[in-house]
């Protein structure tokens, strides 16, 4: 059997009216050319620690269209593959004022999809959607496929990732069977993007992305504590600079724009080489995202894309962070001024992308921000020190635990609703995964915009059934009455506003979808489910849906 040119890929990145970028990472230096629709476009790779990459940029396409590509690697046929039986792969470009129809969620592990996976981590709902994708149905495909954190897991490595790990060091010396270097990072991602039928997706599926903390490592940045202790060890330099720079190879640079490429200087590098060898940037690379980590203001992870009437803002609420203890904040005064630029009325919708879920449920936020103030010496030293480790412990890290950027967003949004920022939109909404269960919460409001948050968590990374409702009772529960008195006897002030829950909780391995339909934003939840023992096929099925329309309605 012969061998394939490529690794990875091809991913379909960012597309719009007449542009798409195609990611792939090659096993070799090579020429990587896209056909499609009787035109060329081609690129060298690009090395980074021995790894070989290529992002192909295509344009003057036409909007609206849906156009079958190949994909060559030095003149031979590397994509498709025909006997894969998955149908050709495509480039669709947007539509000029065609509503928004996006798929979205977080928390996906890299277990092989068979029994033994399906039963520790169940079913992959990114790979059923795949095969129900592939199957030629009914399903309308979304524009756009946005991963908002934890792609991969860099801490709590796989059996597979493992073995990889054991074959090339000892782990029992530090980091153990975390990540230490860019070579392991590859492997996982690897490991991620691999699978024949979730590979075909995303190389018709335009993808977004953004990182959480699994993707560096669990409760990164939560405190400048925390930060310290992981300067202090022998490996974490190694380990923030083989994340971030993999996160920018195989993630953050196919969700930039064509016009926010030729603005990276790294990617600007890349590009202006001349010569048919292929550049090395490790060394670039790998100082850019040192930087990057030591000095965040220097370079931005967020985005923002508008499709039609509808403006999709990316959160970065994990690198940005300001951890300087009377100054903390999960944004820093750079990234909140960017903010500031970018919410705005006139758009019908408005989705704010982060991470971290910025509406807990009450109980939980006023435990998190009781948690804040005396890790910051609310109740003294002694307490403060208990604090952190609670933090820590319990994930305690959220909007609610940075209640200076809580409380600027809070304002942003307020005044985008109440149409102080240009014409109000139908609703604001936050889109979120991290916590491992979805729900969907809305502040109270008699006037203005409806103010939503729409949480989908995980893809494939359910917690235990005893979890769910420890999860429960600190969420909805114990965390309710018990939340309101602690952060009050910490001086904490109240919320800006108050909101409830309005669909959920539910634990399912799910993706959720978003669509801005006349009658409001639909959203629904969809699982994979086993039927008579298939783990290799699984169904699709609806978890939940509710529609968010003008003021006067939200239906089930």
Not at 59 to 76: A, I, K, N, Q, R
Not at 140 to 158: C, E, H, K, N, R
Not at 293 to 311: A, L, N
Request: with cysteine; aromatic share 10%; net charge negative.
């Amino acid at each position: 059997m012969t061998t394939s040119p490529l690794v990875l890929g091809p991913m379909m990145r960012y597309v719009d009216e007449t542009s798409a970028s195609v990611w792939v990472e090659t096993r070799s230096p090579a020429r990587v050319t896209v056909h499609a629709g009787g035109r060329d476009w081609a690129a060298r790779t690009f090395a980074v620690h021995g790894h070989h990459y290529a992002l192909v940029e295509l344009d003057g396409l036409e909007p609206g269209t849906v156009t079958p590509y190949t994909l060559d690697v030095d003149g031979s046929r590397a994509w498709p593959d025909p006997s894969s039986g998955f149908p050709p792969p495509a480039i669709a470009t947007l539509k000029t004022g065609k509503p928004l129809r996006l798929a979205y969620g977080s928390c996906r592990t890299s277990v092989p999809h068979d029994e033994s996976g399906n039963r520790t981590h169940g079913v992959d709902s990114l790979r059923a959607f795949a095969l129900a994708m592939a199957s030629g149905g009914e399903l309308p495909w979304p524009d756009l496929v946005a991963f908002i954190g934890d792609q991969v897991y860099a801490d709590m490595t796989s059996e597979q990732m493992q073995e990889f790990i054991r074959a090339r060091r000892d782990p029992a010396e530090p980091p153990g069977e975390e990540l230490k270097d860019y070579e392991e990072y590859a492997h996982l991602y690897y490991l991620a993007w691999s699978d024949p039928a979730n590979r075909w997706l995303l190389s018709t599926l335009p993808s977004a992305m953004i990182f959480d903390d699994h993707d560096i490592r669990d409760d990164w940045n939560t405190s400048l504590s925390w930060k310290k202790k992981m300067e202090a060890t022998s490996w974490w330099h190694g380990r923030i600079v083989a994340g971030l720079a993999a996160y920018w190879v195989y993630q953050h640079l196919g969700n930039l724009s064509p016009a926010e490429r030729a603005d990276d200087a790294l990617w600007q590098q890349i590009v202006r080489h001349t010569g048919d060898d292929e550049i090395d940037v490790s060394p670039a690379l790998d100082a850019f995202v040192d930087r990057a980590d030591q000095e965040p203001e220097t370079y931005r992870w967020s985005y923002c894309r508008d499709f039609g009437d509808t403006r999709l803002i990316v959160v970065d609420s994990r690198a940005a962070r300001e951890l300087t203890p009377d100054k903390r904040a999960l944004v820093d005064q750079d990234e909140m001024a960017w903010l500031n630029d970018r919410l705005r009325g006139g758009f019908r919708h408005v989705l704010i992308a982060t991470s971290l879920p910025f509406l807990l449920p009450m109980g939980l936020h006023y435990v998190e921000s009781w948690d804040e103030a005396i890790s910051e010496g609310a109740w003294g030293k002694l307490a403060a020190g208990a604090g952190e480790k609670l933090r820590q412990a319990l994930d305690l890290e959220h909007w609610g635990a940075f209640q200076n950027s809580f409380r600027d967003m809070a304002a942003l949004v307020t005044e985008v609703a109440d149409g102080r920022r240009g014409p109000a939109p139908d609703t604001v909404t936050f889109l979120s995964g991290d916590v491992h269960y979805s729900f969907v919460s809305e502040v109270e409001r008699s006037s203005g915009s409806r103010i939503v948050q729409a949480v989908s968590s995980p893809i494939r990374n359910p917690l235990p059934r005893l979890m769910r409702s420890f999860a429960a009772v600190m969420s909805y529960g114990l965390a309710a009455p018990v939340g309101v008195l602690v952060a009050r006897s910490a001086k904490v002030p109240d919320p800006p506003f108050r909101w409830t829950g309005i669909k959920g909780p539910w634990f399912d391995n799910n993706l959720a979808f978003l669509e801005a339909a006349p009658e409001g934003l639909k959203l629904w939840w969809q699982t994979g489910v086993v039927d008579g023992g298939d783990h290799l096929h699984p169904r699709l099925e609806r978890v939940a849906d509710i529609t968010v329309g003008p003021r006067s309605t939200v239906a089930p």
